[in-house]
């Protein structure tokens, strides 16, 4: 398991990852990443839905209801431009974070 503090700066990246290719709702998200990482992560329902909300307000992402499944209705997102162009800062951010942490990686401790 990897720990949530190191990762944290991270969850929006994930979240918009997984928008990037269309709308979803906040289990199936949470269910892709953890199938994703092998269950090595696992998003809280906390964590997800305070993300939903600090992305929305940025203007990230926005969202909307869908129809009703079995008498519940789902909110589904969808990532905007303005996140499109957030996600590509973090994935640029994340390298140069790689090239400097790596630096200071031993493997032969």
Known sequence: MISSDVIRGY???MILYL????DSYGYEISRNI???TGGRYI?????????????????FITS???NATQ????????????GRAY????????????????HFIRRDV
């Open 19 to 22: 928008l990037l290719d269309g």
């Open 11 to 13: 969850n929006d990246t």
């Open 43 to 59: 998003m809280k329902e906390t964590t997800l839905y305070s993300a939903f909300t600090r992305l929305e307000k940025q203007g």
């Open 34 to 36: 953890r199938e994703i």
């Open 87 to 102: 996600y590509r800062s973090k994935c640029e951010e994340w390298e140069l974070t790689k090239d400097v942490v790596n």
């Open 71 to 82: 008498g519940k209705r789902r909110t589904y997102y969808r990532v905007t431009d303005a």
């Open 64 to 66: 909307y209801y869908g």
